[in-house]
């Protein structure tokens, strides 16, 4: 399985982006999820998705304003950012779990290459 993140760039404070991840080889059995990893610090759950996308989780510091979501026909998982803020950037990535739904890296199987979030204040 292949994951490639896009969409990411400089937003202002307030803002919105949304993120993309395509994936690629075996897709219909993985659940999805977003981490970040800000400067200097270690990598953290944003949120993640069920095989179907009926069922999301979204971690606190972001509840309300990211959105996860998935297309499965074309492939594809979203992050809708919204009223974004200067301590949402970081390098975002997407990942897959063959095993299950989880919160943390290890429970992560694939990853993508990271696409960059700056958010200006």
């Known amino acids: 399985m292949q994951l490639v993140e896009s969409g990411g760039g400089l937003v202002q404070a307030g803002g919105s982006l949304r993120l993309s991840c395509a994936i690629s080889?075996?897709?219909?059995?993985?659940?999805m999820g977003w981490f970040r990893q800000a400067p200097g610090k270690a990598r953290e759950f944003v949120a993640n998705?069920?095989?179907?996308?009926?069922?999301?989780y979204v971690a606190d510091s972001v509840k309300g304003r990211f959105t996860i979501s998935r297309d499965n026909a074309k492939k594809t998982m979203y992050l809708q950012m919204n009223n974004v803020k200067p301590e949402d950037t970081a390098v975002y990535y997407c990942?897959?779990?063959?095993?299950?739904?989880?919160?943390?890296?290890?429970?992560?199987?694939?990853w993508g290459q990271g696409t960059l979030v700056t958010v200006s204040s």
């Open positions: 990942a897959a779990s063959l095993a299950g739904v989880g919160v943390h890296e290890y429970e992560y199987d694939y």
């Open positions: 998705i069920n095989r179907r996308g009926g069922s999301t």
């Open positions: 080889g075996r897709t219909g059995s993985s659940v």
